[in-house]
């Protein structure tokens, strides 16, 4: 399965809004378990009380993270006025407290908190030249390489949103970023914005979030998206929007529609759940199929299915059980535990497909060893035929903004026809999403869209980016 990014959250709490203030870290708590599906290694929550930065980070998913005890003794004695809080994403040999979020540091201008989303293309040259000039790292992710750039930058200038704007010359790649200083809280959006950020109210507050479900999940209003290149400074003064860094072509990742967001998220002015709605149909009209039901893979293979299931006239059911007491199966380590997860996490509803031709949708094949699993219970629960069927096109080349794509050694589809991945993975017949098709899937997107691991055209020059995992196992090696 794809590995996803983080989730972030910030909230900057009102005079005027008492109950804000109160319960800060319950409401970064309420955000953040919506934000669990972008990230499952690591949690990590930072409150800022009368200027003074207290946090608390650590593997594992939210629920193992906090609990009544943690929320209500962290931070100071009184109200936060600010806070931000992340979910982290698993990457090969990343599994340590050290690289959970939110950083926090204290500098000779004052201490500051920072949560990121996405993955830089030059990371390992700015860190090797951070290192030179003396700084030290505590982690092995980019987001410390961000943090420092950004501290390297306030020394010279007035205020913390110019530092970051500095260093938004320098960072290359795909970041959106939630900080706050003593005083301030600033989101800000790569300006190709590959990541997706959000704006929202309770009340006179402000609150930033990846996703608008998060949100939802704790009584705001949703206002608008960051832009691409946009930073967004709160403070006692209101908000102010920083536009220097605006104007660049955008390409958010068309991913975040096809699986990492929430079908509840409205991203970018495009409903998540209608996005996988078209594809679905658009799936049906490409690659129909002769059979008596159309089921999807949970969750994010749900709507597609659904969708596909109303163009073709197929009847739609569920088809598998998902054990909601487990994480997507990306989150282990390793192959033989990935296969393992996807006995426990999924399983089939003999009613549903015995002696049934069925139609299966889900999200991608990557290397095909879960399709694999898949197919077989469902022909171990009596299904006929089975007719796989994914909403978006092969992936045939790495992805170096954050989709954990590294090589396209790795990908089935790079290796082998339409036909011989059909056979490797027992279906009776398969069907993709075209990338013509996918283009129309996000009609009204504010952004245009990256679909780099189909088409290899990359929206930034990537001749000196490395794959995360790898710059890890380079600095590990180190």
């Known amino acids: 399965m794809i590995h996803e990014e983080c989730g972030l959250l910030g909230i900057y709490a009102a005079k005027q809004d008492q109950a804000v203030h109160d319960d800060m870290a319950n409401l970064c708590y309420a955000g953040l378990y919506a934000l669990q599906h972008r990230g499952q290694e690591s949690a990590g929550i930072a409150l800022n009380t009368n200027g003074h930065i207290t946090n608390r980070r650590d593997v594992g998913l939210v629920s193992e993270v906090f609990n009544e005890d943690s929320l209500k003794n962290l931070g100071d004695k009184g109200a936060a006025e600010i806070a931000i809080a992340h979910v982290r994403y698993a990457t090969t040999g990343a599994g340590r407290r050290s690289n959970a979020q939110p950083i926090v540091i204290k500098h000779i201008k004052g201490s500051m908190a920072l949560g990121h989303n996405g993955n830089l293309t030059n ?3 700015l860190r090797r030249t951070l290192e030179l000039s003396g700084n030290i790292f505590h982690s092995t992710s980019d987001t410390e390489v961000i943090m420092y750039t950004i501290t390297h930058e306030r020394l010279k200038v007035q205020s913390i949103e110019r530092a970051l704007s500095n260093a938004m010359n320098t960072l290359r790649g795909a970041y959106s970023i939630v900080m706050m200083s003593r005083r301030k809280l600033i989101a800000a959006r790569d300006p190709n914005g590959f990541r997706p950020l959000c704006i929202g109210k309770i009340g006179e507050s402000i609150v930033f979030a990846s996703e608008s479900c998060a949100l939802n999940a704790i009584g705001a209003e949703f ?6 290149g946009e930073i967004v400074v709160v403070s006692d003064d209101g908000m102010e929007s920083i536009a220097d860094h605006c104007g660049a072509a955008s390409s958010l990742c068309v991913f975040e529609y096809i699986y990492f967001a929430r079908p509840d998220s409205v991203i970018d ?12 149909e658009m799936l049906a009209e490409e690659h129909p199929a002769r059979a008596d039901v159309v089921i999807g893979v949970p969750d994010s293979g749900l709507d597609a299915a659904l969708g596909f299931a109303r163009a073709s006239g197929i009847p739609y059911d569920f088809g598998f059980l998902k054990n909601k007491y487990i994480g997507r199966t990306f989150i282990a380590p390793n192959q033989q535990q990935r296969e393992l997860s996807v ?42 035929e089975v007719h796989m069927r994914l909403s978006c096109p092969p992936f045939l080349y790495p992805c170096y903004f954050g989709t954990d794509v590294d090589t396209s050694e790795n990908l089935i589809a790079y290796k082998h026809t339409l036909f011989e991945i ?3 993975i027992g279906a009776d017949s398969l069907g993709y999403l075209s990338k013509e098709a996918l283009r129309n899937i996000t009609e009204g997107c504010h952004c245009s869209l990256c679909d780099a691991c189909f088409s290899g055209v990359y929206p930034v020059d990537i001749s000196s980016a490395q794959i995360k995992s790898q710059f890890e196992q380079d600095i590990d090696a180190d």
């Not at 089939?348 to 094949?365: F, Q, W």
Request: glycine letters at 8%; a positive charge; aromatic letters at 0%.
């Open 422 to 424: 059909r056979d490797i």
């Open 223 to 228: 206002i608008r998206d960051v832009r691409p």
């Open 269 to 280: 002015g495009v409903s998540v759940h209608k996005a996988r709605l078209r594809a679905g």
């Open 123 to 125: 990371a390992a040259r």
């Open 343 to 384: 006995r426990i996490k999924l399983n089939p509803i003999a009613d549903a497909v015995k002696g049934k031709r069925v139609v299966i949708v889900d999200d991608s094949i990557v290397r095909g060893t879960t399709s694999m699993k898949i197919i077989r219970l469902l022909r171990a629960a009596g299904a006929t």
